[in-house]
């Protein structure tokens, strides 16, 4: 009761609009409100306890706070003159998203205006930063499932114009904040749109300058003050830097890429307090997080999940994570890239009965992997027939392996083009599995160098994107699980026995999970069918290095299995392999399965239900308080027809 009379006192101390500023309208908003409250103890939602909790602490002056977001500050004529160039400058770097095209059509990116391809990303609050055993994609993709029911009940859907709204976690507004995400998730592409609406008066006028910095563009960085790196970035901003700096609280800083940068983090203990002195790179951000340095301003920070915990997140009053597109947004998003409805509406369908693709098609630059292996295949046939449906990939192997392929067949097609395509694949593999093996995912020029690859040809720049302006340059593959990929196809192409044994037991001893899908495309590179659809582009793959790794999964297997998932990451890399002898072998003697306390998301009841539809001996199959969801029931279902004993 006592909480209900603070809110409706708030409620009752909002500063209405003129249009509503009568006893009549008064008394209307706050029977509204009280709806709302009793709504709450109904059918308890974060979003709308986050609502009412904003009008409980800032009621008082909640309405001036989105006015003044819609509106802004008035300056005078000297910096509204360069916050307009500003903004020109920011739109004309926002305004259009950048899609690379399938390889083969065009050596230029295609450009769309942002607003006509964007698609909304679930963005929830989070506290729930940890070192991951899982690799970081599959771990989220299983969230990503459990998130589709507790987004309506339990984490509070944060949308981009509440950002630095009221934050029910931390009860406070926000002036620090980080967001995060597996790579590919569209994190950048988040915060090209938050400018971008910034820019174009939608939301958080407040501020009169955002700056928008990407980390790893500060790797060769030494000593720098904050003002030196606004105005290497923003040089017409020199005239008024000294005035943009005296109102702290109109400026937000935006950081992306925080698992791109070389510096450390300590952000419990900063000391800088002048924007003209120069400190490391990660000191002046640290300070602007702590507040020592401009007090009053917003930070915004963006990074994978697998940095965060080794920093000391507390000093963020808002946390949040993007889980990528449902189900609706994967929809829109194939009839955007199609554009064709009858072959959007194919390739949804297709990639909806292949549990591993869809559920992978959470993340945005999935979706685009996916769709241009598609519209290749689809554009090399003149019609599209149930038997052409059959022979697409089935595997993440298969997708990946055709996804090159498909850029070789359209290389130049000389003597020397199996040559040529077999040295770069192996120049960039060994740079690829030296990445992956210690962590590294931006290269620059001494990297390419070392391992002898070329980036002044049109193949390597299908596989490998150049970003910053020389001497500064960075490389990055197209997509981190590309990078895995190449590290796993170069130990075919270029076979060494101790290499690649000393590569499994790295990744087998690998305890944070980032070599898990580098072995699932060892795993599914050792079937001969999918080796056999790069063979025309690079000759022979090695068979014994298959020999090799259906050898280790058989060691693997045989060994007590360390960890919870253990057992069920061997099931994924038997699956990728498409070997049912090898599956037979493995576990097909056993008469009992049997999982325990393993969280089973619809994915893992997939790689489950064809281990046991290949292992017909199974007579008993446990699964004691792993919290199977219906739909993972359902994909059971078909191969428990042998079960007799089922737990």
């Not at 580098?518 to 590179?525: A, D, E, H």
Request: proline share 4%; with cysteine.
């Amino acid at each position: 009761m006592a909480a209900a009379a603070a809110k409706r006192r708030a409620i009752a101390q909002l500063r209405l609009p003129t249009s509503l500023d009568s006893r009549t309208g008064r008394e209307a908003v706050i029977g509204f409100w009280e709806f709302l409250c009793a709504l709450q103890k109904v059918h308890p939602n974060p979003n709308l306890l986050a609502v009412l909790d904003e009008i409980n602490h800032t009621g008082k002056h909640l309405v001036e706070q989105i006015l003044l977001d819609e509106h802004g500050h008035s300056l005078d004529p000297d910096l509204e003159a360069i916050r307009r160039e500003h903004k020109q400058h920011l739109l004309k770097k926002t305004q259009n998203l950048v899609e690379h095209s399938p390889p083969g059509t065009t050596l230029k990116p295609q450009e769309f205006f942002i607003n006509e391809r964007y698609v909304s990303l679930i963005v929830v609050s989070t506290d729930e930063f940890r070192q991951r055993p899982q690799n970081e994609l599959i771990q989220t993709g299983i969230k990503h499932e459990k998130c589709l029911k507790e987004t309506k009940t339990r984490l509070e859907h944060i949308f981009p114009n509440k950002l630095f709204r009221w934050s029910h976690q931390s009860q406070s507004v926000p002036h620090a904040l980080m967001v995060s995400g597996v790579p590919g998730i569209g994190k950048t592409t988040l915060m090209q749109k938050f400018v971008y609406d910034w820019v174009t008066g939608k939301h958080y006028q407040r501020f009169n300058f955002v700056f928008f910095f990407r980390f790893r563009d500060f790797n060769r960085l030494g000593e720098v003050s904050l003002e030196d790196m606004i105005l290497h970035q923003y040089p017409y901003l020199e005239s008024q830097i000294g005035n943009i700096f005296e109102d702290p609280e109109g400026l937000l800083f935006i950081f992306d890429g925080l698992d791109e940068s070389v510096h450390q983090m300590y952000f419990r203990s900063s000391k800088l307090s002048n924007h003209k002195v120069k400190e490391c790179f990660g000191e002046i951000v640290a300070s602007l997080v702590r507040q020592s340095l401009l007090k009053g301003c917003s930070i915004l920070i963006t990074s994978r999940p697998t940095r965060l915990a080794s920093i000391d997140t507390g000093v963020f009053q808002r946390i949040t994570e993007i889980m990528g597109f449902f189900h609706r947004d994967r929809l829109i998003y194939f009839k955007n890239y199609f554009g064709n409805k009858e072959l959007s509406e194919k390739a949804f369908q297709y990639v909806q009965e292949n549990d591993t693709l869809y559920t992978f098609c959470y993340i945005p630059s999935y979706c685009w992997i996916i769709c241009t292996v598609l519209s290749m295949c689809f554009r090399a046939q003149l019609t599209i027939t149930d038997q052409m449906m059959t022979s697409l990939p089935k595997t993440v192997t298969q997708l990946f392996v055709t996804f090159v392929a498909n850029i070789l067949a359209n290389h130049h097609q000389n003597k020397d083009g199996v040559h040529t395509a077999q040295e770069l694949l192996t120049s960039i593999g060994w740079m690829a599995e030296y990445g992956v093996m210690n962590h590294i995912i931006v290269f620059d020029r001494h990297h390419l160098d070392s391992f002898c690859v070329r980036n002044d040809n049109y193949l390597s720049s299908c596989f490998i994107l150049e970003s910053g302006r020389p001497p500064e340059v960075d490389y990055i593959f197209l997509h981190l699980t590309l990078q895995e990929f190449f590290a796993a196809l170069v130990h075919f192409i270029d076979y060494f026995p101790d290499k690649l044994q000393k590569s499994l037991n790295e990744a087998e001893s690998s305890k944070d999970g980032r070599a898990e899908i580098f072995l699932q495309f060892l795993c599914g590179l050792s079937d001969s069918s999918t080796r056999s659809m790069l063979k025309s582009h690079v000759g022979e793959l090695s068979t014994q290095a298959a020999r090799d790794v259906v050898t280790w999964i058989q060691g693997k297997i045989a060994k007590p299995q360390e960890g919870k998932r253990a057992l069920l990451n061997m099931c994924y890399c038997l699956k990728e392999s498409r070997n049912k002898p090898l599956v037979l072998q493995c576990i097909g003697s056993r008469k009992t399965f049997e999982l325990y306390n393993v969280p089973l998301s619809p994915i893992d009841c997939s790689v489950l239900s064809f281990i046991l539809e290949s292992c017909e001996k199974i007579e008993k199959l446990s699964l004691k308080k792993c919290r199977i969801p219906a739909e993972g029931v359902r994909k059971l279902l078909p191969a428990l027809r042998s079960i007799k004993i089922l737990r």
